[in-house]
């Protein structure tokens, strides 16, 4: 294309057309970019420091990697990764939409198409819209290498945790190319210093670009949004299956505080969070190899979660969810062995909540009330709105969907992701277009969605958005209410049901999200000296030298003493322990008798499992101390 060729070369940046109100440059369509002050600002800075852009849902992060992007396809190829193929083909149309790039230029790679096939598309395409899992794999076998590549961009980069693919990647790009460039797009990167400096590291970020719609750059572009709360009473008969179910768990957690554990606090101020912990503990000790009074105490922890975890849903949602729990979750866990669920099966209070959760179904739900009421108020004012209601569970979707569709006012479906979750088949990507397009159109008036419908997905924009319940997360806070207000004025309601876990999560997302504004700001400033003196050397066994000159021992030498001696292991420095006891876990299951190269254990373990390299390598490590895998030559184990 003559466009394309005529930038190839050329280093010239964006300009503006003022009167018009748009960006020119070689590569774009014409009136194709809105000229926005806050966004050329970010890209003052992008253009020469990895960055990480932090702005809410709808004020154009692709836009902004847009704009990078036609810069630097001139110095090499630019990658565009994000976390799924719908919302990585939405990015593959927009640059499709405003850009003079050729198709062939624009390379949609997924892993549905054979390795040569992607080996060709990475060979021709100046741009290049993957996920990061099919990237990662490419890699990890020699198809794809990064050293000719002028831009990396990480949406949705908040994930860049971890074992998640983005880290491996970003290390990768940042070690083989010689003018790396990384742009990292999030709405929140998290609620601590801790989660944001982690995010920062993992990506190699130097700079972050932050704005919210009360910036006075951003603010000519935003509409403004009213949020409101309706605070709600639960029934009585609610409140009477909640009380059999606190008074199980406080019983579960008396248990586990005579066998040691959460004693610091009186059982009634036990948080789940702190039972979350409590488990993933337990857990981590039984796969480490300790046994003995941890499988009771493992039996009760897991009671005890599942039981607050009932309370929540009872307070939050509804009995109908509570109901589908226990009859497709509960009942099945404990048919397939499970003591701790066998446990509150058998339990008297639990058939007392059983008897009191019937009596429920027959009574009103005030959220779902409620709910009427706030969707008849907005149709009332203003008959062609379009809203969504947000919601955790898909139990709750389908509860909600049969309760309003009566009402022929209310034109409803439901929005949930694509896999099963027990017997609830999903939605694929089709039906989710589909129901998009309906939305769009008008033809649907009201969506009923999980939080598939909070990150990324082109969903229409919408007039008011319900929360079925807060939720505690700051970033999924500033991601459901960026569903409205982009064009128009917009709504936000979260119903709350008073005294119950509702006002916890809804002043907990509040404070976080104000938080995370805080720590972005000081974080920039300081942050080339924190990542400098927090920074984690991981060091992989296969960059470990042996610790004497023996290393040129022959294999027929060492293959006689039947492991190399101890002196000669590796010494790692440093050890990377995020994820290590599902690496044992699957180490022990899967490594067999016959000795194989580390490196190919590495590889059937993130094909089998997704796991990292240096977290299964770590493992292999620790295995190697106990005794429990020995090295008959380097590079090499097998089980003992």
Request: hydrophobic share 40%; proline share 5%; with cysteine.
């Amino acid at each position: 294309m003559e466009e394309s060729k005529k930038a190839e070369n050329s280093a010239e940046h964006l300009t503006m057309l003022d009167e018009k109100r748009y960006l020119k440059h070689p590569l774009l369509k014409e009136k194709a970019v809105e000229d926005r002050l806050y966004q050329n600002r970010i890209l003052e800075r992008a253009r020469f420091n990895n960055t990480l852009v932090v702005l809410p849902t709808a004020l154009g992060k692709t836009i902004i990697a847009l704009l990078l992007a036609v810069e630097k396809a001139g110095e090499g190829k630019v990658f565009f990764l994000a976390p799924t193929r719908p919302l990585i083909q939405q990015h593959h149309r927009t640059f499709l939409e405003k850009t003079l790039f050729g198709k062939d230029e624009l390379a949609l790679v997924t892993g549905r198409y054979p390795p040569n096939h992607r080996a060709a598309l990475y060979s021709k395409a100046r741009i290049v819209f993957a996920t990061p899992q099919c990237v990662w794999n490419d890699l990890r076998s020699g198809l794809l290498r990064l050293d000719d590549v002028s831009l990396m961009i990480f949406d949705e980069a908040h994930r860049a945790r971890g074992n998640y693919a983005y880290v491996g990647i970003a290390s990768r790009y940042l070690r083989e190319c010689r003018k790396p460039l990384v742009l990292g797009l999030t709405a929140s990167p998290g609620g601590s210093e801790e989660k944001i400096a982690e995010v920062c590291r993992n990506l190699g970020i130097t700079a972050i670009e932050h704005r919210t719609d009360k910036d006075d750059d951003v603010r000519p572009y935003v509409q403004p949004i009213e949020v409101e709360w309706r605070r709600v009473k639960l029934p009585e008969q609610y409140l009477a299956v909640r009380e059999r179910l606190r008074q199980m768990l406080v019983k579960r957690i008396k248990g586990l505080q005579a066998l040691g554990v959460l004693t610091d606090k009186q059982p009634a101020s036990i948080t789940r969070r702190d039972l979350v912990e409590l488990n993933e503990e337990l857990q981590r000790r039984l796969v480490g190899g300790e046994g003995g009074f941890l499988y009771q105490l493992k039996v009760e922890a897991t009671a005890a979660l599942s039981i607050a975890h009932m309370i929540e849903l009872i307070e939050s949602q509804g009995p109908e969810t509570l109901e589908a729990f226990i009859e497709k979750s509960l009942k099945r866990m404990a048919t397939e062995g499970s003591k701790g669920h066998r446990s509150i099966l058998n339990d008297p209070l639990f058939a007392e909540a059983r008897m009191l959760l019937r009596s429920c179904m027959a009574a009103e739900n005030p959220k779902v009330k409620e709910l009427f009421k706030v969707l008849e108020a907005q149709l009332q004012a203003k008959p062609d709105s379009r809203l969504i209601v947000f919601t955790q569970y898909r139990d709750t979707v389908n509860a909600l969907v049969k309760a309003l569709s009566g009402n022929p006012r209310l034109r409803v479906e439901r929005f949930v992701g694509q896999g099963e979750r027990e017997g609830d088949p999903g939605m694929s990507q089709e039906e989710q277009r589909i129901v998009l397009e309906k939305l769009r159109s008008g033809e649907v008036n009201v969506l009923i969605a999980t939080s598939i419908a909070e990150e990324g997905l082109d969903i229409p924009e919408v007039d008011h958005v319900v929360f079925y319940e807060p939720v505690p997360s700051e970033i999924r806070y500033i991601q459901r209410r960026g569903r409205t207000g982009r064009r128009v004025a917009g709504k936000v309601t979260i119903i709350i049901a008073e005294d119950t876990v509702d006002e916890a999560f809804y002043w907990s997302s509040i404070s976080r999200a104000k938080k995370m504004r805080q720590i972005i700001s000081q974080l920039d400033r300081k942050l080339p000296e924190m990542l400098k003196s927090t920074a984690k050397q991981v060091v992989t066994l296969m960059d470990y030298q042996p610790q004497t000159k023996q290393a040129g021992m022959s294999t027929q030498t060492l293959q006689a003493q039947g492991a190399l001696p101890k002196k000669e292991l590796w010494k790692p420095k440093t050890l990377q322990t995020k994820g290590l006891s599902q690496a044992i876990r699957w180490l022990m299951e899967n490594l067999p008798s016959k000795t194989m190269q580390i490196e190919e254990v590495v590889r059937r373990a993130y094909e089998d499992e997704g796991l990292e390299k240096t977290v299964v390598e770590t493992a292999i490590w620790c295995l190697i101390q106990q005794g429990q895998i020995y090295q008959p030559e380097p590079g090499k184990i097998r089980k003992v």
